[in-house]
Each structure stands twice: as structure tokens, then as C-alpha cells.
């Protein structure tokens, strides 16, 4: 590695590592990752994780066991197969990946803002637990304002440029005008706040928020018009809904093949669509198969992507030009500071 630029990087997305292993990564928990490092003498780390990522941020002093220790742990904690699905950067492409994630660069939906918000939650929860230090808390201030100058400074966000948002694009084509249409959406956290957002901006005719806390589910479901529903009845709710849907944290699936083919025989031939946004998926990729029964996932909504951003292809390579750009100047001033030179790093426009 780049020994003047002291960063590492282990990362899975979902252009390197299949949905499977994504969701077992997934389904370990940020702070179970955590502390399997420390367990090992890692000092400064930063977890990454999201739909379509997992990712661990090093901090390498001399002491740190690196990048390739941190990919072993993750192995025996996740799956031997993992290696071969892994990216390791090191030094300045691993500042510049993270750029281009913060920038929405790197997301299955280019230009996504959500990303913005998931790369600070990262960095503040590794903070808090103790496991920033020098290198990651420069590192990662930085990312975001260069993010947020992407933002900015070009147009690398306009039109549908989340997953939320995609989803429903899906769901106004298989549907058309969902005036007539009673969606249910199963979860209350910010995936599933998004896509009530653009679903009621869809007027659909009936829309239902279906969360295991039951004041999460009115809170959302009151400032959207809504239908809230408790956790255990929305099986019951699947037998009436159009569409289905699925943004929960839950490890496992909630939708179930034996509860779609129960609920299938009481709808009557009437079609149902899932669209699963979660990772790891809430339904069971075996319902598939099921007459009548249509589930588009995470990668199902490519389609959609490309067409976004042909749209945008312009506005792209000038964000990853500005990335690549601000991403060289920080490592030419982190050379010196970490060489122990003097060098100043203000977030300013100037920069």
C-alpha cells in the first residue's frame, strides 16, 4: 500500500458480490463486526453498510493487523467464499472510492442522495463506539463535503435517484395509473418513509404502513394519509394489496412461500406484486415461482437504472471528474500531514 496515505479498504458491492453474500454480510450486525475487529487489534475502523454494500474503512497505523486480517475475520464469520467476491484498495483508491460513494457515484442508482446520509451514519456510529481515530475522522469529514459539493455542483441527482424512488417508477409500469391501486408497504425506516413519499405523490387509491412498532407505523402513516397496521396483521392485509412494498431491518424473511400460498387462495386469480428494497430480502425468492405471484428485487430495478442515466450521462463524468480531482488534492495534502509536515484541511469551497 501507499504508505503515506495510511487507508485500507475491504469492500462488497453489488457490482462485485453476489445478493447472497451481501446478505449474509448484512445479517452479521455493524457492532458484531466491530467487535471481532477490536478482538483482533483493530484500532480504527469504519463499517459501511446498505442495500447494495458492505464495506470496512482501515485506519492503518503500524500496528493495524490490515486489510487482508480484517477479510479473513469477516470470512469466518460470514462464509469462506467471500475472498473471491472482495475488493481490497489501498492509499489513494481507496480515498477515492469513497468519494465516489459519498458522491452517489458507485450506487445502483447513480446520483442517489440517501448515500449521503448512510456514509455519515457509518462514520458517527464508529465514532461513538470508539473506533475513529486520525486517519478515518480527516478521511471521512472530507468525503461528505465532497459529496455534498457533487451535489452542487452538477446535476448528477436529477430525476429518480433513489431506490425508493425506482421502485415506484416499477410500480407506475406494471400498473400504469395507481389511482386504483392499494399498496402496502412493509417497514417505517427511511427506505420505507422515501418511497411513501413518492407514492403518495402518485395519488395511489389505498396506501398501508405495516411496522413492528406500532407508533412508528401511525407517526408515518399519519403524515401520509395513510392506513397504519400492527406487525401481526399484515398477512391479512397481503390478501387486498395490489402491491407489496419491503424495506424492514429484519435478518430473515418475513414474506414467506407457505404465507403467499395461503394468501393466494383467497385472492381470487388476482395478481400480486413484491418489490423487495430490503437487504437482506424480507421475501423469500422462492415465491417466484408462484402463479400469479411477481417479485422484482434490488437487481430487478437495473432496467430502470440505465434508462435514468443514460438521461444523465453528461452530469455524470463531470461529478467523477470533480471526485477524482478533489479526491488527488486531499492525498497530496495528506502526504504531508501524515509525513508530518504541516497541511491544513479546511472544508471550504476553496477547496
Same mark, same amino acid.
Given at each position: 500500500?501507499?504508505?503515506?496515505?495510511?487507508?485500507?479498504?475491504?469492500?462488497? *458491492?453489488?457490482?462485485?458480490?453476489?445478493?447472497?453474500?451481501?446478505?449474509?454480510?448484512?445479517?452479521?450486525?455493524?457492532?458484531?463486526?466491530?467487535? #471481532?475487529?477490536?478482538?483482533?487489534?483493530?484500532?480504527?475502523?469504519?463499517?459501511?453498510?446498505?442495500?447494495?454494500?458492505?464495506?470496512?474503512?482501515?485506519?492503518?497505523?503500524?500496528?493495524?493487523?490490515?486489510? #487482508? #486480517?480484517?477479510?479473513?475475520?469477516?470470512?469466518?464469520?460470514?462464509?469462506?467464499?467471500?475472498?473471491?467476491? +472482495?475488493?481490497?484498495?489501498?492509499?489513494?483508491?481507496?480515498?477515492?472510492?469513497?468519494?465516489?460513494?459519498? +458522491?452517489?457515484?458507485?450506487?445502483?442508482?447513480?446520483?442517489?442522495?440517501? @448515500?449521503?446520509?448512510?456514509?455519515?451514519?457509518?462514520?458517527? +456510529?464508529?465514532?461513538?463506539?470508539?473506533?475513529?481515530?486520525?486517519?478515518?475522522?480527516?478521511?471521512?469529514?472530507?468525503?461528505?463535503?465532497?459529496?455534498?459539493?457533487?451535489?452542487?455542483?452538477?446535476?448528477?441527482?436529477?430525476?429518480?435517484?433513489?431506490?425508493?424512488?425506482?421502485?415506484?417508477?416499477?410500480?407506475?409500469? @406494471?400498473?400504469?395509473?395507481?389511482?386504483?391501486?392499494?399498496?402496502?408497504?412493509?417497514?417505517?425506516?427511511?427506505?420505507?418513509?422515501?418511497?411513501?413519499?413518492?407514492? *403518495?405523490?402518485?395519488?395511489?387509491?389505498?396506501?398501508?404502513?405495516?411496522?413492528?412498532?406500532?407508533?412508528?407505523?401511525?407517526?408515518?402513516?399519519?403524515?401520509? *394519509?395513510?392506513?397504519?397496521?400492527?406487525?401481526?396483521?399484515?398477512?391479512?392485509?397481503?390478501?387486498?394489496?395490489? @402491491?407489496?412494498?419491503?424495506?424492514?431491518?429484519?435478518?430473515?424473511?418475513?414474506?414467506?412461500?407457505?404465507?403467499?400460498?395461503?394468501?393466494?387462495?383467497?385472492?381470487?386469480?388476482? *395478481?400480486?406484486?413484491? @418489490?423487495?428494497?430490503?437487504?437482506?430480502?424480507?421475501?423469500?425468492?422462492?415465491?417466484?415461482?408462484?402463479?400469479?405471484?411477481?417479485?422484482?428485487?434490488?437487481?430487478?430495478?437495473?432496467?430502470?437504472?440505465?434508462?435514468?442515466?443514460?438521461?444523465?450521462?453528461?452530469?455524470?463524468?463531470?461529478?467523477?471528474?470533480?471526485?477524482?480531482?478533489?479526491?488527488?488534492?486531499?492525498?497530496?495534502?495528506?502526504?504531508?500531514?501524515?509525513?508530518?509536515?504541516?497541511?491544513?484541511?479546511?472544508?471550504?469551497?476553496?477547496?
Amino acid at each position: 500500500m501507499n504508505e503515506m496515505i495510511p487507508v485500507e479498504l475491504v469492500g462488497f *458491492s453489488h457490482r462485485s458480490a453476489s445478493s447472497r453474500a451481501r446478505e449474509r454480510l448484512a445479517a452479521l450486525g455493524v457492532e458484531s463486526v466491530y467487535a #471481532r475487529l477490536r478482538s483482533v487489534g483493530f484500532e480504527e475502523a469504519v463499517v459501511l453498510a446498505t442495500c447494495n454494500r458492505f464495506e470496512v474503512y482501515l485506519g492503518r497505523p503500524e500496528s493495524s493487523p490490515g486489510a #487482508r #486480517r480484517a477479510l479473513s475475520e469477516l470470512e469466518d464469520m460470514a462464509g469462506s467464499e467471500l475472498a473471491e467476491q +472482495a475488493y481490497l484498495f489501498s492509499g489513494p483508491r481507496a480515498v477515492r472510492h469513497l468519494f465516489e460513494v459519498a +458522491a452517489g457515484l458507485d450506487s445502483l442508482v447513480v446520483g442517489e442522495t440517501e @448515500i449521503m446520509g448512510q456514509v455519515k451514519g457509518a462514520y458517527e +456510529a464508529a465514532r461513538a463506539l470508539g473506533m475513529t481515530g486520525r486517519t478515518s475522522n480527516v478521511l471521512f469529514q472530507r468525503a461528505l463535503f465532497v459529496g455534498k459539493k457533487v451535489r452542487n455542483d452538477t446535476k448528477i441527482s436529477a430525476g429518480q435517484t433513489s431506490v425508493a424512488s425506482v421502485a415506484v417508477q416499477l410500480a407506475h409500469r @406494471i400498473f400504469g395509473d395507481l389511482s386504483q391501486s392499494s399498496v402496502l408497504i412493509l417497514g417505517a425506516g427511511a427506505m420505507a418513509e422515501l418511497t411513501a413519499t413518492h407514492l *403518495s405523490s402518485s395519488k395511489v387509491m389505498r396506501l398501508s404502513i405495516a411496522n413492528r412498532t406500532w407508533e412508528r407505523a401511525v407517526e408515518l402513516a399519519g403524515r401520509f *394519509s395513510a392506513r397504519p397496521l400492527r406487525w401481526e396483521d399484515f398477512p391479512s392485509a397481503l390478501v387486498e394489496a395490489d @402491491i407489496v412494498v419491503a424495506s424492514t431491518g429484519s435478518p430473515e424473511p418475513i414474506v414467506t412461500r407457505a404465507m403467499v400460498v395461503e394468501l393466494m387462495r383467497r385472492r381470487s386469480g388476482r *395478481s400480486l406484486f413484491l @418489490i423487495d428494497i430490503a437487504m437482506p430480502r424480507d421475501v423469500e425468492e422462492s415465491v417466484h415461482g408462484l402463479e400469479h405471484v411477481y417479485l422484482y428485487r434490488l437487481e430487478d430495478l437495473e432496467g430502470i437504472v440505465a434508462d435514468n442515466l443514460r438521461n444523465r450521462g453528461g452530469e455524470v463524468e463531470r461529478a467523477r471528474a470533480l471526485v477524482h480531482e478533489k479526491a488527488a488534492e486531499f492525498c497530496a495534502g495528506d502526504r504531508r500531514e501524515f509525513a508530518g509536515q504541516a497541511a491544513e484541511l479546511r472544508h471550504s469551497e476553496a477547496l
